[in-house]
């Protein structure tokens, strides 16, 4: 029997257990840490919007219905009543139509939206979502959560309450994990849900209690305390970490870093981010900063010096109209000490030279003027004092810079030109101080075909120095304009080719680059900046064998290079094959210092190749040899096999002569059903001994990943830091444990894949 009633008034029904719970061992958690611009939405796990046609009708069935159509309607034997999105069923149902209610009993089940509920009896006022649900269980479109509770309490459309009810996104009858509570409220006009006292389960063991939990319904970012972490110090102290995280707007957020190092004291750190958007353009920046009031451990290097240890690290960019921004990078560090005794990684336990940077840029059509400030702050290797290879350099402040760079292209008939200009203060507290005028003109004419090239140039360096307290009877001033003619000219070929079974297209590149720059005495000239360049591909077509402006060096040389590249049907290259030498004609006169000019005929050959040697398998390859003494000057290579998901195995050597040889080896790879094994080793073939090394295993279940292992890292010549990790991820929860392994082992394992990536 079926009855057609008319239409009710429209109603938004609450969406219970809905809930992402999260764990930890305080009142609340935090949510994705995902910073947005201002206008878009919140990211997390957003449902789709939940229309509902107010003029739909109700249609009610069953085996027998019975009593008064305009009033109450008894429904007997598979009770079935729709309205749109809400589908009820179950063994008998009372339907009241003046008040919009439903009353139902036996094997009730509902679904609305994609979510699913069963449950004893049920009653619930269709137009104001008040009622309640007995002995109900639930399954989540949104999360795939389930769980069950004694009682759910339907305050209004919006809101629900939980009674003794339980959480978890694993799937099954017997979930793996899952959490307790007395009560959870929840309030999906908010996105907001709250809980009394509340227990995990993991294995049907406690494994974490908290007295209060709160969390976001979709997933979106709120403010709360996240997983508090214990762990290890790069010197091994034990310290517990509990971060609290603020969701100031969604572009706008503040994470608070309260650490316990049992041995120094109470570490507090911070770090705010933000982005945005004001009618000059888009802003954003982040700033980090630690702070240990009086430390117990350090020893300051001069007696009376405190023993306070804080660092602070800031950037930001900021465009103040279409043409015009400015930013900062600003790092600084208390102590020398500071890398050594608070380093998780190997890049900031052996970062030494922090700079501190104000600068502001602004763009024309074809020009743009960089002003910037530049200061460091270098803190010595403790052992430098014993160890002379040791000592950290300072390098030359900038106070100020100004650079302007113009440049056009295909003007008067197809000519480019540029212009470089640098105007510097260099400031130094121990060497010669001075000021630098730069002015770089240069014309060029590029004559391209459909198969070749030939771009001949002009150029100009020309410098003015004024330098301050110049020993030894040197001028004061100085100056030089020292001009520069290149030729760089190449052909392509191509023809069809097959590469690993594949047809391809085979290209084959000859590039011949020629420079002239007359010699001139430099030798009265500073080093405020300027180094030799490293010799590569990328140097050997350039100008200059010199980085900065303070050295010219003369030439009369031709550079000689060979590119063949395999591509395939969509133009991607798939193997790249190079060769290139330098040939001198005239001795190298200008150098750094007072030494001998360089007499060589010839550069070393450069030798290179990368690409895919087949489907799993990639690697590059770069080597210099100097065939004068028959012997290579650096080398290195690199190669990884992905088999398939998950499985990576990387393979590296990095050779330098008389500096240092290495051998790299890392991989992420299953080991039996559900196990996986990571690990990486650094070692130095020179010293013999590990520069680097992390082992650890990976179990991966439906729901859950249990982590754990041991990083070892150099933090000074002599000492190194041993971390070590456990980690129980719950998926859509949260994780527990010592330290943070999945950082470790992603920035440690070139090719690394999460376990449970997008759960």
């Known amino acids: ?3 057609l009633l008319p239409p009710t008034p429209s109603h938004r029904w609450a969406t219970a ?23 878009a939405p919140v990211p997390g796990k957003q449902r789709a919007p939940r229309v509902e046609d107010v003029n739909a009708p109700t249609v009610v069935k069953a085996e027998e219905i019975n009593g008064r159509p305009e009033r109450e309607l008894n429904l007997v034997r598979d009770a079935e009543i729709v309205k749109d999105q809400t589908r009820v069923q179950s063994d008998s149902a009372c339907f009241r139509q003046v008040e919009n209610e439903v009353e139902a009993d036996g094997n009730v089940k509902i679904w609305r939206f994609g979510d699913y509920f069963t449950g004893d009896q049920l009653k619930l006022n269709m137009d104001s979502g008040k009622g309640y649900m007995l002995n109900p269980t639930y399954k989540m479109e949104a999360n795939n959560a389930q769980g069950k509770a004694e009682r759910i309490n339907f305050i209004n459309a919006d809101e629900a309450q939980v009674i003794n009810g339980t959480y978890s996104t694993c799937q099954g009858s017997d979930p793996d994990w899952y959490l307790r509570s007395n009560t959870l409220n929840l309030d999906s006009g908010r996105d907001v849900g709250t809980a009394g006292q509340t227990v995990i389960y993991f294995k049907d063991v406690p494994i974490l209690g908290t007295p209060a939990l709160s ?4 997933g979106a970012r709120r403010s709360g305390w996240l997983s508090p972490t214990p762990g290890f110090g790069s010197k091994g102290e034990a310290e517990l970490l509990v971060p609290y995280y603020v969701n100031i707007a969604p572009n706008r957020d503040l994470t608070l870093y309260p650490k316990v190092i049992l041995r120094r004291g109470l570490q507090m750190g911070a770090k705010g981010r933000y982005m945005g958007e004001t009618d000059g353009g888009l802003y954003a920046g982040e700033t980090y900063l630690e702070y240990l009031p009086h430390d117990k451990k350090y020893v300051p290097a001069s ?13 930001h960019k900021q465009a103040l109209s279409e043409d015009w921004s400015y930013g900062w990078n600003v790092r600084a560090s208390s102590d020398n000490n500071y890398p050594n005794d608070f380093s998780k990684t190997v890049s900031s336990s052996t970062e030494r030279q922090l700079l501190r940077e104000l600068r502001t840029d602004y763009h024309g059509d074809f020009w743009t003027l960089t002003a910037r400030v530049q200061k460091y702050q270098v803190l010595q290797d403790p052992e430098a004092a014993t160890d002379g290879s040791l000592f950290v350099s300072r390098p030359y402040d900038r106070l100020p810079a100004i650079n302007f760079h113009a440049a056009q292209y295909d003007v008067l008939g197809g000519f480019d030109w540029a212009f470089d200009s640098e105007l510097t203060r260099f400031h130094h507290p121990t060497l010669l101080n001075g000021t630098r005028l730069v002015g770089i003109p240069q014309v060029s004419y590029p004559i391209i075909g459909p198969s070749y090239f030939i771009t001949p140039k002009v150029m100009l360096n020309a410098a003015s120095y004024q330098l301050d307290n110049q020993t030894g009877g040197g001028s004061k001033n100085l100056s030089r304009a020292i001009p520069t003619v290149s030729i760089d000219s190449g052909l392509v070929f191509e023809r069809d080719a097959n590469y690993l079974g594949k047809e391809m297209t085979q290209t084959l590149e000859p590039r011949l680059f020629y420079v002239r720059t007359p010699y001139r005495d430099q030798t009265q000239f500073p080093t405020f900046d300027t180094d030799a360049a490293t010799f590569n591909f990328s140097q050997i077509f350039s100008e200059n064998r010199f980085v900065g402006s303070d050295r010219i060096g003369d030439a009369n040389q031709l550079t000689a290079a060979l590119v063949s590249r395999f591509l395939d049907s969509s133009g991607a290259e798939q193997l790249r094959l190079s060769f290139g030498q330098r040939f001198y004609f005239d001795d190298q006169r200008v150098q750094l210092d007072s030494s001998t000019p360089v007499v060589d005929a010839h550069s070393d050959i450069l030798l290179a190749a990368s690409g895919r040697i087949s489907e799993h398998w990639t690697f590059d390859s770069a080597v210099q040899y100097n065939p004068s003494l028959s012997q290579v000057s650096s080398q290195s290579y690199t190669f990884q096999w992905t088999p398939a998901q998950k499985k990576v195995l990387n393979l590296g050597y990095r050779y330098l002569r008389n500096s240092f040889k290495n051998i790299e080896l890392s991989s992420q790879w299953p080991l039996f059903k559900r196990w996986y094994g990571v690990g990486r080793v650094s070692y130095s073939a020179q010293d013999k001994k590990i520069l680097e090394s992390l082992i650890g295993l990976e179990y991966s279940h439906d729901c859950w990943v249990f982590r754990m292992g041991a990083q070892r890292f150099v933090t000074t010549s002599t000492k190194a830091s041993t971390p070590i990790f456990f980690q129980l991820e719950l998926n859509g929860l949260s994780h527990l444990g010592v330290g943070s392994p999945l950082d470790a082992m992603k920035n440690s394992i070139p090719g690394y894949q999460r376990l449970n990536e997008g759960r």
Request: aromatic share 10%.
């Open 1 to 3: 029997m079926r009855w």
């Open 303 to 315: 007696p009376g010096d405190s023993t306070d240890r804080w660092t602070v690290k800031s950037v």
């Open 215 to 218: 969390f976001s319904l979709s």
């Open 17 to 39: 257990l809905t809930a992402i719970v999260t764990a930890s061992a305080v009142p609340s958690y935090a949510q994705t840490q995902v910073l947005v611009p201002a206008q």
